[in-house]
């Protein structure tokens, strides 16, 4: 099992989540427009959006620091590669 290295982990996760809230005040006044359109009867509510968009940033954070930590050995390697 390979140690955790924190400081790249926090770095790999401030990325995505500073993007994705660089993208939401962007857009907030946008927020408004959407919410006065007619949306099909099953649409998810308005809340459920930040809450998943949040995880998929938070995975997505994760997901970039295993490519990172993989990419310093020859194993690893052959895994970006493949990964991208």
Do not use: H
């Amino acid at each position: 099992m390979k140690k955790v290295n924190w400081k790249l982990l926090i770095l790999c996760l401030i990325i995505p989540l500073a993007v994705g809230g660089l993208s939401g005040f962007l857009i907030r006044k946008d927020v408004v427009s959407y919410l006065q359109l007619q949306k099909p009867p099953l649409s998810p509510p308005s809340l459920l959006f930040p809450i998943v968009w949040t995880i998929l940033y938070f995975l997505m954070g994760i997901s970039s620091y295993f490519l990172c930590r993989d990419a310093k050995t020859p194993q690893g390697e052959t895994q970006k590669r493949a990964a991208l």
